[in-house]
């Protein structure tokens, strides 16, 4: 019997019990549903995270902070600590670095006129900070060189604070007041996303480092926490971050043998740490869902056993017309295969549906996150070729003990 | 030599310590084209002889000769192949797939046969439909048919791959006498048109008379033989 004709028959057999079989894929349903929908859940939440960093810091990014304690906590003694100028330093020098800049972390509340808000960032920055994060000016400019050195009460705001303080007019040319001390404000930040943790973006005041050390802070020093460096390109990051320590140590002082008093890591790492996360979860979720693909296949053989006893006579009745061993087996693993790879379909149909449900769902409870909808398609084919192996895997011996029936028992059972 | 030659066929079934003898050393010739009828009390080894000439079966011992191919060393699937192209078979209880309709069941050696495909096999089986007197009733299903029609359906799918053998088993067992006669007039007629060699199993006198030759089994071994042989051929008298 040729290959469409089996197939025929299987369908026909299966046709003829459709509750039987739907309980029997029922497993193979649930194991395929899962695999998809797990996968494709931490797919995207790994995808949603990736683009969260890329787009938090511009591509290529590297982050240098100070670093004062070695391996076993005791405090070096090694270093000078991050200044200010370190960043220009590294931009002019480091020929794989594009852009960098100090970041002075500072919060607090923001007046003008009778109105206030509570500001989450204040950054203290210095000319290429938007470079480094590929982030644009909504309107008007940005700080010079100029104020930096002068440590200007100028400040460029975002969106958010603009919204707040001035809700009618145009803030460029404006002024707030933190801690009492008047900021003019020169530019506007394009608004950004908030990121995957629901943290808004644009509650943020951008000023130059000295200013926010000697207006703010009220220090002298131009110490500052971290620096924000951008590579030329990704293929450069391994370069620019070679470059950004040995500069840094030539400038600190570091004598050879002597721990770095900094540390520095860029996005990429987190990203490819990240991915690593979610490789290993999908892995593992996607393992558990195999499982229950496996215990689908167990009820498939049951079934498939019970059938081949029930139709016994059947088979007697096509051996007697000259139903081949090898035919009678391929008919019984055909509509095993059948069976399941129907159950894996069902269950694919199923899991891009709970796909698109959940992110839904996650996308109406949290608005800040726009989470995407990945649908692996891997997972997609991978799972219907597993189930087809299931079918294959554990259809075989029903289909063998079918095959293997004497004719004439066979057509003798009641 | 004969188309069906038989010699010294045993076949001795084995449960636990008891040995039943079903066949005790049958020989027997029978020619293309002879209308045969066994006889015999029950459990003599009528069912269990067809069986072994229908390729079923395989004996415990003895040579059983189809058209000069020795059956009894042959594998599983030539056996398949015989039954599947030179053999017809017809039983008791009808024995047709009960869930596909009655042309479906006409087809069904032709599945396996893959001589004819898609519309070609259809209209041969419609033909053998029409032939046993049922081109009206292609789309029932077995249930939906009487005794004798069920019977017919069963004939029309014992001639499928064209056979050289008809085999029937007690074939109007389950048949009230009117449909017994028209069955065995069928049977008849595929002997006489066809030349179709038909061996028959029957307890019932005249429809063993309608044969032009009668074979009586006891105990798993021929005991009278009407005698048609091979000089006499086909043109032997049934009395
Ligand atoms: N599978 C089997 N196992 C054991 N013994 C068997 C088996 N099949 C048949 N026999 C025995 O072989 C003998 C012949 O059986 P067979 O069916 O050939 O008889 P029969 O002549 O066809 O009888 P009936 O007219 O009742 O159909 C019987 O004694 C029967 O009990
Ligand atoms: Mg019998």
Known sequence: MDVLMTIRVALQALARSKMRAALTVLGIVIG?????????????????VKSE????????????????RSRDGERKRSGTGLIASDAEALAEECPAVLAASPIVYHS?????????????????????????????????GFFTQGDIHSAAKVCVIGQTIADNLFPAADPVGQSLRIKGIPFEIVGVLETR????????????VLMPASTLHKRL??????????????ARSADRMEDATGEIKALLRERHRIVRGMADDFEVRNTSEFVSAFST????????????????????????????????????????IRMAVGARPRDILRQFLVEAIMLSTLGGLLGVALGIAFTFGLTYAINSIYTFTKWPVIISVNSIVISLLFAGSVGLFFGFYPARKASKMDPIEALRYE | MAFIQLQNVCKTYRRGEVEVRALAGVSLDIERGEYLALMGPSGSGKSTLMNSIGCIDRPTSGSYLLDGAEVVKMSLDERARLRNRKIGFVFQNFNLLTRISALENV?????????LRGRRRHERA????????????????????????????????????????????????????????????????????????VILVTHDREVAERARRQINLRDGAVVSDSGCTEKEGPTCSSK
């Open chain 1, 32 to 48: 395929v549903w899962a695999v998809i929908l797990l996968v494709s859940i931490c797919q995207s939440a790994g995808n949603k």
């Open chain 1, 53 to 68: 960093v890329l787009s938090l810091s511009g591509t290529n990014v590297i982050y240098v902070w100070n670093n004062w």
């Open chain 1, 108 to 140: 607090g509340q923001a007046v003008a006129g009778d109105l206030n808000c509570h500001i989450d960032r204040i950054l203290g920055v210095n000319t290429q900070y938007l470079t480094v994060r590929n982030w644009q000016l909504g309107r008007g």
């Open chain 1, 193 to 204: 996303e908030a990121n995957i943790f629901g943290e808004e973006q644009d509650s943020i």
């Open chain 1, 217 to 230: 802070f009220g220090w002298p020093e131009e110490w500052v926490a971290s620096l924000m460096v951008s």
């Open chain 1, 277 to 316: 996360i979610t490789t290993v979860m999908t892995i593992l979720l996607g393992s558990i869902a195999g499982v229950s693909l496996i215990v689908g296949g167990i009820g498939i053989m049951n079934i498939m056993l019970v059938s081949v006893t029930e139709r016994t006579r059947e088979i007697g």
């Open chain 2, 107 to 115: 087809e069904l050696p032709m599945l396996y046969s893959q001589r």
């Open chain 2, 126 to 197: 419609r033909m053998l439909m029409k032939r046993v007197g049922l081109e009206e009733r292609l789309d029932h299903y077995p249930s939906q048919l009487s005794g004798g029609e069920q019977q017919r359906v069963a004939i029309a799918r014992a001639l499928a791959n064209r056979p050289s053998i008809l085999l029937a088993d007690e074939p109007t067992g389950n048949l009230d006498s009117h449909t017994s006669q028209e069955v065995m007039e069928l049977v008849a007629q595929l002997n006489r048109e066809e030349g179709i060699t």
